[in-house]
């Protein structure tokens, strides 16, 4: 399989806990997003990176959320001292800015990982 | 911010064509305008994009309009299968020399009758 994978696809914590997500992009894929989608709404988006530079963030994220992606491949979102409000499903996508123009941001998503805070 | 207007929901029977429209009055610019759909329980997929003319692929096609302030997306012969949210993508917002981030509104619930 070479889409997007995501882990877990569940988690369910505690109110104050931290939470940490994985994606696994598209392998040869440069760039990398991450979303947030709550009940009834379209994604939200929250941060993107080229190779290991994360280069934009949305005000969504809070001091409480740090995304990485170390070597440019995977990355990592975290989620510290978690609260109700956080409950929503994250997801992951990837693009290429190499190649065709009109291939460009062709954003490739995962299924998510779902968040339920207790 | 360009911004879109889509139907919240729409309906077809299965077999039949189903034309999703969605309103950018506020475009500007040379971006292309996407769209994207979201099945059950599934992350977004990509669907179509295109810039001035016409535009077929094997999902679908992409009719948009002469001052490209709308553009209307068609399933040819809608299959149960196709019950999802449908997302146009603002241009601008989608394409640009950052091809960064894309701006989803709350989409098109589209429901396929047997």
């Known amino acids: 399989d070479t889409g997007v994978s995501q882990d877990p696809r569940h988690k369910i914590t505690k109110r104050g806990q931290n939470v940490t997500f994985r994606c696994d992009p598209i392998?040869?894929?440069?760039?990398l997003y991450w979303y947030r989608q709550t009940l009834g709404q379209g994604p939200e988006f929250l941060t993107y990176f080229q190779n290991e530079a994360q280069l934009e963030k949305s005000r969504l994220l809070s001091d409480r959320f740090s995304a990485e992606r170390p070597k440019g491949s995977f990355s990592t979102l975290e989620i510290q001292r978690t609260e109700q409000g956080d409950s929503a499903m994250y997801l992951c996508?990837?693009?290429?800015?190499?190649?065709?123009?009109?291939?460009?941001?062709?954003?490739?998503f995962g299924a998510g990982t779902r968040l339920s805070v207790l | 911010d360009a911004k879109t207007t889509q139907p919240n929901s729409m309906e077809s029977n299965e077999e039949e064509p189903v034309h999703l429209p969605c309103n950018h009055s506020t475009i500007s610019g040379t971006d292309y305008i996407h769209w994207y759909r979201q099945l059950p329980s599934q992350g977004p997929e990509y669907v179509i994009h295109?810039?001035?003319s016409n535009v077929n692929n094997r999902m679908a096609s992409l009719a948009i309009a002469e001052d490209r302030k709308s553009s209307t997306l068609i399933l040819h012969r809608a299959t149960l299968r196709d019950a999802a949210v449908y997302y146009c993508i603002p241009p601008g917002l989608a394409g640009g020399t950052s091809y960064g981030k894309l701006t989803f509104g709350q989409g098109t619930i589209l429901t396929v009758h047997p």
């Open positions: 996508a990837s693009s290429s800015t190499i190649g065709q123009t009109l291939a460009k941001n062709i954003q490739y």
């Open positions: 392998s040869e894929h440069n760039r």
């Open positions: 295109g810039l001035t």
